[in-house]
């Protein structure tokens, strides 16, 4: 009986996640889509780039996500353009600033660093996030300097930071519903009877990353691009915008709880791309367009 409710329960969410992002698409999407027409021209990709800014409780809805769910169907956002999401016109200004300036400082070989977290004290474990460092340091090997930090301390990370282009986060992270800009991600450090949580503030990422030459931020951890403060949903305050006014040009999160398995193999194929980019990495909209091809 147990058993039958689950699966009657997962259904019925499933049908209305379906039924919501079908409503989104006919009503949002498509009809922004069909208003910007010839204007929405594609410069480096074959597809335009496209900018999304929720203000209230659209601030948290899946606008690359909409669509109809009919087997090869071009009703979707994703086959028509790339979609990025910012805080407001100022953030994307400001990251874009930061971008230019961080490819102006950028001299010989693109570093990596990745921060892997299988276990974290009081949560439950990652296995994926194995695989998933084998996989860029396989990867970006030969082409990128890469560098994995394993089970490391708050102090550990952002002693590397100032100095890396791409920083690569396979762990949890927590969103503070009462005061998102005290989210943070759940590293370790020795404590009396053991490791315990060490948390890696958003003020302390800032302070480091600001004089940095730091481009590309990959959140791969649930819920980092997630406002859950109902009474703060016109701030759009959460840990990947909080990435990009700290400085990182480039940030990819994730709007809801993510699969660990997935989430491995999305990275993979994500840094797959990047490396065949190049140098073109750091043109206008890449970055973008090699995460929805991973997707």
Known sequence: DYDRDVESETKSRLKSDRLNLSWLW???????????????????????????????????????????????????????????????????????????????????????????MSTTPGQLPLPGVEDEAKAIKKVCTGVYSVEVLQQPTAGDVLKKLSGIDIVHFACHALSDPADPSNSHLLLQKPGEKGFIIDRLKLSQIAEVVAGGQAQLAFLSACSTAEVKASKLVDEGLHLANAFQVAGFGQVIGALWPANDEVSARLAELFYVDLVKAGQSMYCEGIVASTLRNAV
Request: hydrophobic share 40%; with cysteine.
């Open 26 to 116: 006919t009503n949002c999407v498509k009809v922004i889509l069909e208003k910007l027409g010839s204007s929405t021209v594609p410069r480096h990709n074959t597809l335009p780039h496209v900018w999304w800014i929720g203000a209230g409780i659209a601030s948290s809805l899946p606008f690359h996500a909409a669509g109809v769910a009919f087997a090869n169907s071009k009703e979707n956002t994703l086959s028509h353009i790339i979609p990025s999401y910012t805080h407001s016109i100022k953030t994307l200004l400001y990251s874009r600033s930061r971008l230019l300036r961080s490819v102006e400082q950028t001299t010989g070989e693109c570093s990596v660093l990745v921060v892997k």
